[in-house]
């Protein structure tokens, strides 16, 4: 192996092998010296790299981040140049769920750096900021989806947008077999049905006058 | 202290210790000599109870479930003799989110469990039994729901039930400040308002024709 060897491609080599470990036992053992196992280099070399467990977490779980962003990127750009927003918040819907090694590997991270967060203020803050990220970018897709006539003009886009991030709350009932993963994507279409409905854009009906109310959704 | 205390009371408090500290620093990191300690026990004694951190833990869970149980019993006991089905629900989903101390002890002790289950078959099969009980009393709610005519017959029992579930994600949106208490409620009553819309039922027409499709939620 050459000497000088890219610093960052080193790291994200390590934040894999960190993903694999976390993925079969989980981030609360982990620990620094089986992660340079996994990635195949001296717990000194990679001590170099990160000073701490913790930093080498916060790395793996922004990496983790950065690699879902581009999985969604990517699936977005399979959806053609003006994607319907339904197909849109789905395809970011299900990158949050455990339904592949990668995202499962994320997910677990996440899942243990929100217990992490209760009792560190750092990692609550970190946290907090990548979450409320997230949130703004699916919000913005409800937003622009009302105003583009695509869902009802009395839709609420932060209850709405809400109500999407708490449906990742199938992690835990994948990751514990309670939900299959293909009746998780069957619920997760449901609700996108049920929020896109009684409005005339289901048809590319662009611009229509979106003020329906079929749908009881303000009531209670 | 008479030396003949009641061991299930004994085992009590010890619980409601484990909860305590569980909700200042997580489940994470918890360890027997400070649950002992929260306690006002010596650490002998608490080992008197429990062998070993797990079993503490274990029983932690349960009782937390039974209490659960007792405060949603409490809760649907103030709805009355026959108590709408939405109602019903809605007091289920609440009390599975952080909103008060107990409940946010139970779903940090949950959560950690989760973690937990991933690398350990034992944790995994209690946690998903409880989880799978869980869903058999909500399943059991809406397909009763469904019979009575509360909700539009198209309505997929099982469908509907991981949707109720999976909205306990709101639980990470909570600890981490991403959508408040207020927030939190008002998205669980407009999923509740969704789920129940386009069927006769709201006005107590009991055993209505509960066909109705205004709503599409069964498109593609």
Chains 1, 2 share one sequence.
Do not use: C
Not at 28 to 41: D, N, P
Not at 177 to 182: K, L, S
């Amino acid at each position: 192996m050459p000497k000088q060897v890219d610093h960052q491609e080193r790291r994200e080599t390590i934040a894999r092998a960190l993903w694999r470990v976390v993925e079969r036992r989980g981030a609360t053992h982990l620990t620094m010296r089986e992660v340079a196992q996994e990635a195949g280099i001296s717990l000194g070399q990679l001590q170099h790299y990160f000073g701490s467990r913790s930093q080498m977490l916060s790395f793996a779980m922004d990496f983790a981040g950065e690699q879902s962003g581009l999985r969604v990127g990517r699936a977005l750009g399979a959806l053609g140049e003006r994607p319907h927003p339904r197909d849109v918040l789905r395809a970011m819907l299900l990158e949050m769920l455990p339904l592949h090694a990668d995202a499962r590997a994320t997910s677990r991270m996440s899942a243990a750096y929100v217990l992490e967060a209760l009792h560190d203020e750092e990692v609550h803050a970190r946290a907090r900021g990548a979450l409320l990220q997230g949130r703004a970018l699916v919000e913005e897709v409800v937003r622009r989806a009302i105003a583009d006539g695509y869902l009802a003009a009395d839709r609420d886009p932060a209850v709405e947008t809400d109500l999407l991030l708490a449906l990742t709350g199938f992690a835990t009932l994948l990751e514990l077999d309670v939900v299959g993963p293909a009746a998780a994507r069957t619920a997760v279409d449901r609700h996108l049905d049920r929020l896109f409905a009684a409005t005339g854009a289901a048809t590319g009906n662009l611009g229509a006058d979106a003020d329906a109310d079929a749908d009881a959704g303000a009531g209670g």
